[in-house]
């Protein structure tokens, strides 16, 4: 079965992606510098977040792949969010 | 008339990494309850950590990420040897990952860090669960770095002989995927272990 339009990504946008995280990677780092104390596991979090979507959406190719790869992405996803939140409320407020 | 389905073969590749987000997503939540519980102690025991070393993994990893990414519209736009030499920049950055691993875990090995050591006896429950985390952690990561290497060499030597050519591509985007996961993995690893001082 051959699909009908082939996407190829651009290696300029690629180069684009590796140039996003790396930035992001630098912001990271230079962030733990500064004391943000509760704050700081949280900005590390999401930074790392962005950044996993950047390559599920690009080195992975989920934006170009049929809707269907990126619906059960998500759902694994969440599934595992509510096991974290689910988990964590049992031990902080027990 | 070949039969192939290259959609299902990549779908059954994101069910497999979806049972690799399990396997790392329960020890992630291991290390959540566990931080959470002894907070202080894992700031202490994250001091040992080297991050400077953390840092260039994390460059390493992502460089050799962007590499396969694009060693996959290398192939897909006919040109073989940027997509071989692409993919061997790949394997070189997992090189690089391992010796950095190697001084890394040396290091901590030589002064006595590591889990049943008569050190690791005398530190506090919180400490001796974040240095058994960390090993257990980037010693599966880096185990599924290998497994990774070893797929990316097969599909050199595929592309190289062209079975893998630009109508036929499946085994290098799944062999990519995974590769991708193991910098998905990193990307979390890295600020939760390293960057905590």
Known sequence: MHPETVHITPYRTLAWVLITLLGLT???????????????????????T?????????????????????????????????????TLSDYLFR | MEHRDDIGSKLGMWIFIFTEILL???????????????????HQAAHHLNAFIGAINTV??????????????????????????????????????MVNKYFEWGHKIHIGLYPGSALMLTLSHGQVMFF?????????????????GIILTIAIIKVQNGSINKDRYVLLENGGLYWHLVDLIWIYLFPLLYLIT
């Open chain 2, 24 to 42: 790392f997503g329960g020890l992630f939540l291991v290390y959540a309850i566990m931080r959470s519980s002894y907070s202080t102690e894992f």
């Open chain 1, 26 to 48: 630098f912001i990271t780092i230079t962030a733990t510098w500064i004391d943000l104390s509760a704050l700081t596991v949280a900005v590390a979090l999401l930074i790392a």
């Open chain 1, 50 to 86: 962005v950044k996993a979507y950047i390559v599920l959406t690009y080195f992975m190719h989920l934006k170009f792949e049929s809707s269907l790869f990126r619906v059960f992405v998500f759902m694994v996803l969440f599934i595992y969010v509510l096991v974290i939140a689910f």
């Open chain 2, 132 to 148: 058994s985390l960390y090993y257990f952690m980037t010693g599966l990561h880096m185990f599924h770095l290998v497994v990774g």
């Open chain 2, 60 to 97: 390493v990893l992502l460089v050799s990420s962007a590499t396969v990414a694009m060693s996959i519209s290398a192939v897909q736009k006919g040109n073989k040897k940027l997509a071989v030499i692409l993919l061997l920049i790949t394997l070189l950055c997992a090189a690089i990952f």
